[in-house]
Structure formats: structure tokens, C-alpha cells
């Protein structure tokens, strides 16, 4: 199978080499191809260049790309969107003034999904879970990390790992599954808390290991939540597995989960609305990505991430929707990308870095994804017409994208 997209007016994150990070200043460019064409064959970038150079590709599709622009397709690296029914009534408790902490306590939050999620069948999970995934896709996301974290027993647990697996073998999207049983604390456990980290160590974690559909552990860090003795004591267990940390810090409090996560050498550090200098000094030189979630800012109101201040001081940053039913039920990553731009003040470029390259290096697959490079998968977003990238961020809440092509199928 052979594709051929011509006259591209913008092709857009076009690397020669293997980029599999962009850090600090760097993450200000955005090598763009004006005028270009790209080849793939099967599922792979092939070939790309300037449209004068465009000869001798016999290409059974060919794509006229007129006026449009072609970008790799959004890399989604934090999400919860395997959940069962929805929290709208939480909604109005929020816009009645009371907080995330406040519902949670009134009976409402995670415990409250994971009540509704164990009480729906696998395959009915599956269902709901399967369109959201559809949607997203539809918006533009070719490769999502979906988390578990609404069972809390080892039966739910497993249960939303079985379906994980299954939207990966149904669906053409690139799907990084996170084991998140470390998300509240059950309320048979509350008030011995102990317990249910031993329940996690010594069952829940060995026991999702051995269906080998997971290679990362998630904490929700948070007061109220995990503390760092309870983080530590879940990321050792996991690191017996080879589960590497992903983990959720500094949503409300900083309880020195950034260093813990770094320590532990996590693949990314997730929300950090809340940022000391300490933070950014323990991140500085390690291989942790930290991921801004601003559609969870939007949505429950809370600071939003001081994406500046990490980029500034020479980081990375990479930018996701954290789509779940509580804090942030979208999974629009055109919108992540603006509300980047407008609440972080992160320029287009930037924000088209933090969602593609920086995306796929939170979710461990920035060697294949993320880029236009030869040799890379051909996941890529063609999208409506339009004259510069720019206009991305800037038209929010409109639906750039005109078609969506995974691993080389045109959707
Ligand atoms: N904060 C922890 N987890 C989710 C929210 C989960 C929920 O409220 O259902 C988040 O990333 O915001
Ligand atoms: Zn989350």
C-alpha cells in the first residue's frame, strides 16, 4: 500500500533525524516544509520534500492537498477515558461553588466512579469506552495513554486492563496502557489505609503484571489521596515488575512527588499546577517529563500549570487532556492546544511540540511517533483549509482537522 500526498502547504514538525525530545528554547521552533509532499508506504514516512522535487512516486492513493496543512497526528499521553457513565451531577455541585475536595467527600469523585464502573459489564465498559476513543480520533489523536484507576479491587482493576487491551487489538490507535490502582482509597479501607497499599503492593500489582498489558504504574500523589511514604512503597513494588512510574503530582499540594518521581526515574511527572523551585531543580537533568493538563484547570477551575517557568528553565514540556469524567471529560486535543497557548502562554510552536514530539516521549514511543522523520510511522493529521499553523490554537473550539491517517490507513 502506497500514499502520496501533494502540495501541502505547510508540512509541519519535519525532522531529518530521530528527535525524540524537545527541550527549553528549542521547543520555540517548528521545522515546517512549505509547498511539500510526503510518501508513505505501508505504515511508514518514506520519503517528504519540497513539491518541485516531487517525481517518480507511483503511489496507489494520491491525495491532493491543496491549501491544506499535514502534522503528525496529537500524542495524548494521559488519559482516563475507560470509565462507566459519567459525573454530571458533580458538575453542578462545582458550578454551585463546592470544590474537588469537597465533593469527593460528599460522596461524589473517583470513589464514586469506581462505584458505577464495577457495577457495569465488561463489555458495556468496553462500548462506552470504544467511542470515546472513536471521537477522539475523529478530533485528531493517533496514539493515547489510557490509565486504569477506577476499579480499586483486583477484580475492577483487571477488569479495565482487559478492555485497554481490547480497544488496542479493535481499534488502529496507538494505545499506552498505565496500571492506576493507586487512585483513592476505597472507603471498606478508610481508615486503614496500610492496608489497601498492601493490597496493592502484594496482590493488585502482581497480579496485573502477570496479564503483561501494562509497562507503567501511576499514584495520584495528593493529601487526602497517597502520601510519598504510600507513592514510594507502590513505585518499589511496581519497579519489581519493570513498571515505570507515570505518575499524578502536585494537582492541589505539593507534597514532593516530583523528586520522588525522578528518583524513581519516571517516565513523565502529570498536572503540576502547583510548582516550587525545588521541583524544578530535581527535574532538571533527568529523562522525567512534566505534563501540563490545562482542560483539567479549565474545567474544575483550579491554577493552571506554570508551563513557563519549566520551559524557561530549560525543560520539556509535554501537554495532554487527562480526559476522565471528573476533572476533565473532553478529549479535544485541538483544544488542549489552545488553551496551552492562551492560559500557559505557550507560543504555536511550543504548544505543537509539547502535543506531538514531547506527547510521544510521555508515553515512550517518541522513536516511531510524534514527527515527520523518515522511518517513523505515518500517523499524521491532514487538516481543513487553512493558511498557517497558527490558526490551530487561535480558531479554539473549532475542528481543524479534515481527515486522520494511522499507521498509514486513511480514516
Ligand atoms: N486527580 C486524579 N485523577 C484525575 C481525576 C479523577 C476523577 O476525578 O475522576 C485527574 O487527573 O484529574
Ligand atoms: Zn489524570
Known amino acids: 500500500m502506497s500514499l502520496l500526498i501533494t502540495n501541502i502547504k505547510q508540512l509541519i514538525q519535519v525532522h531529518d533525524y530521530n528527535t525524540t525530545i524537545i527541550r527549553g528554547s528549542d521547543m520555540k521552533k517548528l ?18 520534500g519540497d513539491m518541485s522535487d516531487c517525481e517518480g512516486f507511483d503511489a496507489e492513493t494520491i491525495i491532493d492537498a491543496t491549501g491544506k496543512l499535514v502534522l503528525p497526528s496529537w500524542c495524548d499521553s494521559h488519559t482516563h477515558i475507560v470509565y462507566a457513565g459519567d459525573r454530571t451531577s458533580e458538575f453542578v455541585d462545582r458550578i454551585n461553588g463546592l470544590s474537588y475536595a469537597e465533593i469527593a467527600k460528599k460522596g461524589g469523585g473517583i470513589l464514586n466512579s469506581a462505584k458505577t464502573l464495577q457495577n457495569t459489564s465488561e463489555d458495556e465498559l468496553f462500548e462506552q ?27 475492577a482493576e483487571l477488569k479495565m486492563l482487559r478492555v485497554i487491551k481490547r480497544l ?39 497480579k496485573a503484571a502477570e496479564l503483561n498489558i501494562t509497562n507503567y504504574v501511576d499514584v495520584f500523589c495528593e493529601e487526602g489521596y497517597f502520601s510519598i511514604k504510600d507513592t514510594e512503597a507502590i513505585l518499589e513494588a511496581g519497579k519489581k515488575f519493570n513498571l515505570r512510574p507515570k505518575i499524578h503530582v502536585n494537582q492541589f499540594t505539593i507534597l514532593g512527588g516530583i523528586a520522588l518521581g525522578v528518583k524513581y526515574n519516571a517516565l513523565s511527572v502529570d498536572h503540576i499546577e502547583e510548582l516550587s523551585d525545588k521541583d524544578i531543580k530535581a527535574l532538571k537533568g533527568s529523562d522525567t517529563m512534566p505534563v501540563a493538563l490545562p482542560g483539567c484547570s479549565y474545567f474544575i477551575s483550579i491554577p493552571y500549570t506554570p508551563a ?66 523518515r522511518g517513523k510511522k505515518a500517523n499524521l493529521i491532514i487538516t481543513k483549509p487553512m493558511n498557517h499553523y497558527s490558526e490551530i490554537p487561535y480558531a479554539f473550539a473549532h475542528n481543524p482537522v479534515e481527515q486522520v491517517i494511522i499507521n498509514g490507513q486513511v480514516l
Do not use: W
Open 129 to 155: 469506552s470504544l467511542k470515546r476513543l472513536n471521537e477522539l480520533i475523529a478530533m485528531g489523536t493517533g496514539a493515547v495513554e489510557i490509565k486504569t484507576g477506577y476499579g480499586l479491587t483486583v477484580e
Open 308 to 373: 513557563r517557568r519549566l520551559i524557561d528553565a530549560g525543560l520539556p514540556l509535554a501537554i495532554a487532556t487527562d480526559y476522565n469524567p471528573g476533572t476533565a471529560p473532553s478529549g479535544n486535543m485541538n483544544f488542549v492546544v489552545s488553551t496551552a497557548c492562551v492560559k500557559l502562554k505557550l507560543t504555536p510552536e511550543e504548544a505543537i511540540n509539547a502535543a506531538t514530539v514531547n506527547g510521544a516521549y510521555a508515553m515512550g514511543i517518541s522513536n516511531m511517533y510524534g514527527s515527520i522523520t
Open 31 to 48: 521545522p515546517i516544509i512549505e509547498n511539500a509532499y510526503l510518501y508513505i508506504e505501508n505504515d511508514t514516512i518514506i520519503e517528504f
Open 168 to 206: 488496542k487489538q479493535e481499534s488502529l490507535a496507538i494505545i499506552i496502557p498505565t496500571l492506576l490502582a493507586a487512585h483513592a482509597i476505597p472507603e471498606e479501607f478508610k481508615t486503614k489505609k496500610e492496608d489497601y497499599i498492601t493490597y496493592i503492593t502484594e496482590e493488585l500489582i502482581p
